[in-house]
């Protein structure tokens, strides 16, 4: 290609990426770089939606990364996570209507354990990585914004918020500008651990 064509080849990508997220585009009030940047106020975020993920926990012991599809439903006190990992299926139901004084909360894990038909049922208190978002969680939480991100899957721009989840974890939880959460990041001081989950194909359902 010419000097010329490769400019203009380079113009229409850019053009392309902007019309992709054109409509996801925040205010320079939100851009910490701009001149017209000011603090944000938390949003409210949609509560009820379904969406696919991909998460990774890590720490000096374990590597575990699950993909899969989640159910967050905050009016019914639910998340319903299907997912997939190291040769084995699994839907983990978590029912944040029954938690202990602790935190911990009910889980139901249905496994289909590997090179088996045989579905494994487990239930019982866990601390919980699938955590449930309703809609005032930034609001409650007190968030600090923390800018502008990209994120892998997502062809626009998003904003990170951090919060302190049940006032102990670390947690960086990413909207966009329609609300609409598309994962969140957060660390274990006590266990040295780190989980991300990246969102895509996600949808509001109420
Ligand atoms: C499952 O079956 C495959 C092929 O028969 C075998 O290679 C693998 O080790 C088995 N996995 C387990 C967890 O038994
Ligand atoms: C609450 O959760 C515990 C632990 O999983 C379970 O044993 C108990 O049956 C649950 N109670 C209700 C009412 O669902
Ligand atoms: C990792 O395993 C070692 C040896 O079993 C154990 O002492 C340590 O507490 C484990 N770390 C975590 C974060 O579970």
Wanted: aromatic share 12%; net charge negative; charged share 15%.
């Amino acid at each position: 290609m010419t000097q010329l064509n490769n400019i203009v080849h380079t113009a229409l990508l850019l053009a392309g990426t902007v019309a992709a997220g054109g409509c996801k585009t925040f205010p320079a009030s939100m851009d910490e770089y701009s001149a017209g940047f000011k603090q944000p106020e938390p949003p409210l975020v949609k509560s009820e939606f379904t969406t696919s993920f991909v998460q990774h926990k890590w720490n000096e012991n374990v590597s575990h990364i699950a993909a899969g599809f989640i159910t967050n439903s905050a009016s019914k006190g639910v998340v319903h996570v299907d997912l997939a990992f190291d040769g084995s299926l699994a839907s983990s139901v978590f029912n944040y209507a029954n938690v202990t004084d602790e935190g911990l909360v009910d889980n139901t894990v249905t496994t289909l354990l590997p090179n088996s038909t045989t579905l494994d049922v487990w239930q019982d208190y866990v601390n919980p990585n699938f955590p449930i978002f309703p809609e005032d969680i930034l609001v409650q939480s007190d968030a600090v914004f923390s800018g502008l991100v990209d994120k892998k899957f997502l062809t626009y721009p998003v904003a990170a918020w951090s919060i302190m989840y049940q006032g102990v974890i670390p947690t960086t939880v990413y909207v966009d500008n329609t609300g609409m959460l598309v994962g969140y990041d957060y660390f274990s001081p006590g266990l040295r651990t780190r989980v991300i989950t990246e969102f895509f194909n996600t949808k509001a359902t109420a």
